[in-house]
Structure formats: structure tokens, C-alpha cells
């Protein structure tokens, strides 16, 4: 377990320094989150629907897009050079592959909530200094669960064409369940109701979350083989 | 169709074989097998110390653009298991090896072909395989650098490493090969010892052999 953990530290930490290195994804998502919660922000008529009906929706709409760049990005960098075909000859558990895969992208989105989530404050004005705690967990127990199972199709639809395209047709169907128990939990810590009211939806991320790491850490291995 | 066909062979400490065949004759599909990527429908391959084992060279050099060198050859060592204390020394030994020495700090994209190709060769070499798989290794080398790789596998088999060389270029390997196959449509149509044969020598006899296999397929 411990060489399994290593050679996925390993992975990750290539795949951040890659980032790193060249930018591109982290910059082009989190300008899209930018754009995002600013076209939402003006192209909303408070009006009509009150800003903390919309504000849980526009939220996890917002992170989930973005955290598809990061999905995408995450086996396109293996095709340079076919350094997969390296990885797969190598001694390096396919195991370890998802986790180390896994990790770098749940970084990548990390950043990209922190920056969004003090622009969702800001222009949607929710306050959420009372609640911060419970709805750090909310976004933690969602990212894992949509990043765990973006991060198999990832790899799944990367030697296809038009990839960029496939990935968020098969993986939104999965994200159903989690997007639903993150906005129905945000909407009730944003409208100030009991805790107790929210337990329910985190323990449904958690359960979400433990059975679809255990799947897709079972499935990786076969849709990475030729 | 059959990518390979009722290929059978076994090698041990010190010998290389060179798989010589024209283009879509099953070399690369072999080689592949050989090295765990692709799973036979019927038969088996075993390399002796498994994946740890094997030293890759192939079409593509498996080098990250955005980093240098030495980040892509330490990287690969802890793949393979390297010990952490010695991946240093280790990179730094294989870098001169392939003269890469004073290129070492400089990011994978900004090389050219030959270099890639070069550090390429020093990435399968990071670990001290002890069997080398070869596809077309001498793509994209000069002269110079072909004969400089030609010197590094006859002091590995000197060194008693087991090396496999896939080419359809005759001259390139043949003097390299304890051992010489020549396949065609999957299928080793001649496997035998090289024996005191030079290179013109191989040529004919790959040439009757691909003449005769393929002319009996058209008859």
C-alpha cells in the first residue's frame, strides 16, 4: 500500500509541476469561472427569482464546468509523446495511476473553488461567514465524488476523438446524484436552516463518494489496457 | 486478421535478437506483447523480473515537453524504483553515456529529433534494465549518434542484458545479433543464430526469405 501511494504522490506531483510549468488549464479555468459567476450575476433579474433560489444552482453549474478542464487535461497530457505507453510498460500500478491522476485533479479544482467561491460571495452577496465550516464540507464530499469518477472517464475517453466533447456528455449523467445532494445542501446552509437539515444530503455525498472511489479505483485498470 | 502467428522463442543472458521485417509484419505488435501492453488471445510471453525488468525504446520517446532532461529521467527512476538516493547519480551517469550531459537542464520540447530520440534511449536505460526492447531505434539518429547507440548495446550484451531489436532496415541491426529473425505477415519465417554472417550476408538472406513468403502468397 505504501509503494501504491508513493508511485501515485509521484504522478501527482509531475502532473502539478506540468501545470505548473505551463498554465494553461488553471488559467483558462479560472477565467471561466470568472466569466461564469459574471454573466450569471448580470444576466439575472433579482426580481423575478430571489438570489439565493439561483445562488446554489449557479454555484455547482460553475464548479463543475471548470473542474472539466481540469478532467479533460488530465490523461491529454499523457498523449504527448505517448508517455501513457511508457506508464502502462512501467512497473507503476494502474492503481496508483487514478490515485496519482486523482489527486493532481482534485488540486486543480481545490484552487479553482477557492478562487470562486469568495467571487460567488461577492457578487451574488450570500452570506456564508456562519456557515462556512459545513459548507467547506459540502464542496470537499462533492469535489471528491465528481473528480473520482471525471477522472475514470477521463481516461476512458481520452484515445477517442473529439474527447473534449465526449467526456462531459458520459460523465454529467454520473453527476447527477452528487450535484443534487451539493445544491439541495447549499441551498439550505445558504437560506440558514438547521444543520441537522443538511446532515442528511453530506452523509449522501459521503456514501457517493466512498462507493464511486471503490469503483472507479476497480475499473481504472481495464480501460487503461490496449 | 493475425497480428502474429505461431511465434516461439526464448533467449537468455547476453544474447540479441534482431526481428527484421518490411513494414506491418508484426514487429511492433510483438514487441508490445513482449512488454506487457498487449495481452495475446492464445500463448504467453514472460520476461524473467517482469515490467521492473524492461527497458522501452519505441516510435515515441515518452518525455514530458515541460520538463527538463533530468526531471523526466528521475521521474521515470521512481517509477521503476530507483532508490531515492541513487536516482541522482544514476541520471547523472546515463546523461553522460549518451552525451546528453550539457543538455540536461534544458525542457524536453526545445531538443531536436535525435537528442529526443537520445533521451529517449537514457530513459530506458535509467533503471539498468536487464532486458532492452527495442523498436526502430536508430529513427531520427545521425550517423554519429547511430554508432554511439551500436557501441552502448554491445557493451549491454557485453554486460550480459538481453536485447530484442525490431527494425526493417538490415544494415542497422545485424551486426548487433547473437540471434536473427525475419518475420513476415506475423510470422517468423526464418529464426536462427547469426552465426559469422555479416550484414550483406542477412540482407540476401531476408530478402529470399520476404521474397519467398510474399511471392508465395501471390502465387
Not at chain 1, 479555468?29 to 470568472?34: G, I, M
Not at chain 2, 525488468?53 to 526531471?71: N, P, T
Request: charged share 15%; no cysteine; net charge neutral.
Amino acid at each position: 500500500m505504501r509503494e501504491l501511494w508513493r508511485q501515485a504522490w509521484t504522478i501527482a506531483h509531475k502532473d502539478l509541476t506540468l501545470e505548473f510549468r505551463s498554465r494553461t488549464a488553471i488559467v483558462s479555468a479560472l477565467v471561466f469561472t470568472a466569466l461564469v459567476l459574471t454573466v450569471f450575476n448580470f444576466g439575472r433579474d433579482p426580481t423575478a427569482v430571489s438570489t439565493l433560489d439561483l445562488a446554489p444552482s449557479i454555484l455547482w453549474v460553475t464548479f463543475t464546468f471548470a473542474a472539466m478542464l481540469a478532467l479533460n487535461r488530465a490523461f491529454q497530457l499523457e498523449l504527448e509523446n505517448q508517455a501513457l505507453e511508457g506508464l502502462l510498460i512501467s512497473p507503476l500500478d494502474r492503481r496508483s495511476l487514478y490515485w496519482g491522476k486523482l489527486l493532481a485533479n482534485l488540486a486543480f479544482v481545490v484552487v479553482v473553488e477557492a478562487v470562486g467561491l469568495p467571487l460567488f460571495v461577492l457578487f451574488f452577496n450570500v452570506a456564508v461567514g456562519h456557515v462556512l465550516l459545513p459548507l467547506l464540507a459540502v464542496i470537499a464530499l462533492a469535489t471528491v465524488g465528481f473528480v473520482a469518477v471525471g477522472t475514470l472517464f477521463s481516461a476512458m475517453v481520452v484515445r477517442t476523438r473529439f474527447a473534449e466533447l465526449l467526456l462531459p456528455v458520459v460523465l454529467f449523467p454520473f453527476l447527477l446524484l452528487p450535484l443534487t445532494y451539493a445544491v439541495q445542501a447549499t441551498a439550505r446552509l445558504l437560506a440558514g436552516r438547521p444543520l441537522s437539515e443538511v446532515a442528511g444530503w453530506l452523509r449522501l455525498l459521503a456514501a457517493y463518494d466512498i462507493v464511486f472511489v471503490a469503483v472507479a479505483s476497480w475499473l481504472f485498470p481495464y480501460t487503461v489496457e490496449e | 486478421m493475425v497480428a502474429l502467428d505461431d511465434v516461439s522463442f526464448s533467449l537468455t543472458a547476453g544474447q540479441t535478437l534482431a526481428i527484421f521485417g518490411p513494414n506491418g509484419a508484426g514487429k511492433t505488435t510483438l514487441l508490445k506483447v513482449l512488454a506487457g501492453l498487449i495481452r495475446p488471445q492464445a500463448g504467453s510471453a514472460r520476461v524473467a523480473g517482469g515490467r521492473s525488468a524492461i527497458g522501452w525504446i519505441g516510435h515515441q520517446s515518452h518525455l514530458y515537453g515541460h520538463l527538463s532532461v533530468r526531471e523526466n529521467l528521475l521521474f521515470w527512476a521512481s517509477l521503476y524504483g530507483v532508490p531515492r538516493a541513487a536516482r541522482g547519480a544514476r541520471a547523472t551517469d546515463v546523461l553522460a553515456r549518451l552525451s546528453l550531459t550539457d543538455r540536461a537542464e534544458q525542457p524536453a520540447w526545445s531538443l531536436s529529433r535525435g537528442l529526443v530520440q537520445r533521451a529517449a534511449i537514457a530513459k530506458a536505460l535509467i533503471h539498468d534494465p536487464q532486458v532492452l526492447l527495442l523498436d526502430e531505434p536508430f529513427t531520427g539518429l545521425d550517423l554519429a549518434a547511430a554508432g554511439e547507440l551500436r557501441s552502448l548495446l554491445g557493451a549491454l550484451r557485453g554486460a550480459g542484458r538481453v536485447v530484442v531489436l525490431a527494425t526493417h532496415n538490415v544494415d542497422e541491426g545485424a551486426e548487433l545479433a547473437t540471434d536473427v529473425a525475419f518475420q513476415v505477415r506475423g510470422r517468423f519465417v526464418q529464426y536462427e543464430p547469426r552465426g559469422g554472417r555479416g550484414p550483406a550476408e542477412i540482407a540476401d538472406a531476408y530478402r529470399r526469405a520476404v521474397g519467398e513468403t510474399e511471392g508465395g502468397r501471390h502465387a
